[in-house]
């Protein structure tokens, strides 16, 4: 079936991410939902992941969550050569890369923007969200 991945919808680096998974993701493995969608509330609810924790990416394959930077390593660990090799980098320790992750999150707005409402797909790429 493929993977969900649930982002905020709002943030542009967030959306730039999401263009370039679709772009690395030939197979059409992943789906995509914005988190302020209510698909993406039911899928939070679904599968018990607080607020808290998702506040700006969380993939769903085969009924696991990945939040975090777990979940953006899970994603380039499924994508077409040469990127799949940052699937790698799951072996630097889990707090380094989630303080590197969290601090990214943070000040994601300032960084890159923020939209008033979330990206409408294309009509070519309507298949891929949920």
Not at 6 to 32: A, E, P, T
Not at 35 to 52: A, F, I, P, R
Not at 70 to 95: E, N, T
């Amino acid at each position: 079936m493929g993977a969900i991945v649930l982002f905020d919808g709002v943030c542009n680096f967030c959306n730039s991410s999401v263009n370039f998974v679709i772009q690395h993701d030939r197979k059409g493995y992943f789906k995509f939902a914005p988190l302020q969608s209510t698909v993406g509330w039911e899928l939070l609810n679904k599968y018990k992941v607080e607020t808290s924790k998702a506040d700006s990416v969380v993939v769903i394959d085969d009924g696991r969550v990945y939040l975090r930077s777990d979940g953006a390593l899970h994603v380039a660990g499924k994508l077409d050569k040469p990127w799949f090799w940052l699937g790698f980098l799951i072996i630097v320790p889990r707090p380094i890369r989630d303080f590197i992750y969290r601090l990214l999150a943070k000040y994601r707005y300032r960084l890159f923007g923020k939209k008033d409402v979330c990206m409408i797909p294309t009509p070519e790429l309507k298949q891929r969200f949920l």
